[in-house]
């Protein structure tokens, strides 16, 4: 399949858009059942479902969503650029998290985080048939 650059990128930022809301659905429903368990469980899924979200999203738009890159030697460059912005933003994410919150059920933290980070390769890996032949 041969498509031009400019209708893959819009392809691949549809998968990321859609990535992203099947992920927020999912913590939404998981602090919802978790309602059942406590209050704190709840805020403290979603807690870890934005610290998954915010860095991943802010790189996909970095990434996906900025201008133009002139080389291959640039997007690579942006790329190693936005990881470290990504784990930056993840760093401050859980100390602020860790400092501020308090109650806080780092269980369900963590569970949520974990299963969001398993559930982007997941949909990653179904989003992508290309991946799969590698």
Do not use: C, D
Request: aromatic share 14%.
């Amino acid at each position: 399949m041969n498509l031009k650059p400019g209708k893959h990128t819009q392809a691949t930022r549809h998968r990321v858009i859609r990535i992203f809301l099947i992920q927020a659905f999912l913590i939404a429903v998981m602090a919802v059942i978790t309602l059942i368990y406590g209050v704190t469980q709840a805020y403290s899924v979603l807690l870890g479902g934005l610290l998954y979200l915010l860095p991943n999203a802010y790189f996909a738009k970095r990434l996906l969503f900025g201008r133009q890159k002139s080389s291959a030697n640039r997007a690579l460059a942006e790329m190693y650029i936005g990881q470290i912005w990504k784990m930056a933003i993840s760093i401050v994410g859980f100390s602020a998290v860790f400092i501020m919150v308090r109650p806080l059920s780092p269980f369900s933290l963590f569970f949520a985080f974990i299963l969001l980070q398993v559930s982007g390769w997941y949909l990653q890996m179904k989003a992508n048939y290309r991946f799969l032949k590698l």
